[in-house]
């Protein structure tokens, strides 16, 4: 037996092995940098070959997309990165195969294409209180670089209140006359919510800290939703 034949032939069929695995091309820009580097992550330990492009998500993906052509993929890869996309804190991941009108791509190539009617780099003005029982108010994020309470359960009339981002964690801080101050710390997630008119994309800001805090606007998550 030629093993020398035998050897080149095997590693022939490796080589075309890996240039037939198909590629998924991302469109990314309503993704965060954290949320990037973790599906780049995912991606590289399940050896799926992947590209981030810079082109612009259509505007009728308002959930994560995976499409694809017949035959390029099986269910169990579809699952796969179901998985990975949910990880990276969507709630909805649709797939679908590829029409024949409105594509970018030819056979072995995938398109994922996450919603882009937002990002949470962007800290939205309004969010509104959320998983804190029967309180309802509203925290108006201020360019000058404090926040304000509407329909606060508390007076907050001559509070110093500032707030801090830096993606994609938000800090709202209560100062005091002696120099102290009391702060809560909230990360974004990136999901959907559904409403009246459908699934819209949101971004919530929950609680990293407890929820015992006297000044009460400090207990609640804070929630914005986007129209599409």
């Not at 590209?51 to 052509?69: A, I, Q, V």
């Not at 804190?132 to 509407?150: E, H, L, P, S, V």
């Amino acid at each position: 037996m030629n093993f020398k034949h035998l050897s080149t032939s095997i590693t022939g069929l490796l080589m075309l092995s890996a240039c037939q695995q198909p590629v998924v091309h991302i469109y990314h820009e309503g993704l965060s940098d954290t949320q990037r580097f973790q599906l780049k992550q995912q991606f590289e330990q399940q050896q799926i070959n992947y590209e981030f492009t810079e082109l612009t998500t259509p505007d009728k993906y308002s959930t994560p997309h995976l499409l694809y052509f017949p035959g390029d993929v099986t269910e169990a890869y579809i699952q796969n990165v179901e998985r990975i996309v949910r990880g990276l804190g969507f709630d909805r991941f649709d797939s679908q195969v590829f029409s024949h009108t409105g594509h970018y791509y030819t056979k072995g190539n995938l398109g994922l294409y996450f919603p882009s009617a937002y990002s949470e780099r962007v800290l939205p003005e309004l969010l509104f209180a959320h998983n804190c029982g029967d309180q309802d108010f509203q925290i108006n994020i201020k360019t000058n670089g404090q926040w304000t309470a509407m329909n606060s359960p508390v007076d907050i009339k001559g509070l110093k209140l500032e707030w801090e981002f830096s993606e994609p964690f938000l800090t709202l801080r209560r100062h005091f006359d002696d120099g102290t101050y009391q702060q809560q710390a909230y990360q974004a997630k990136q999901h959907q919510v559904r409403t009246l008119q459908g699934y819209k994309p949101a971004v919530t800001y929950e609680v990293l800290g407890h929820r015992t805090y006297s000044f009460s606007l400090f207990n609640c998550d804070l929630q914005a939703i986007f129209a599409d």
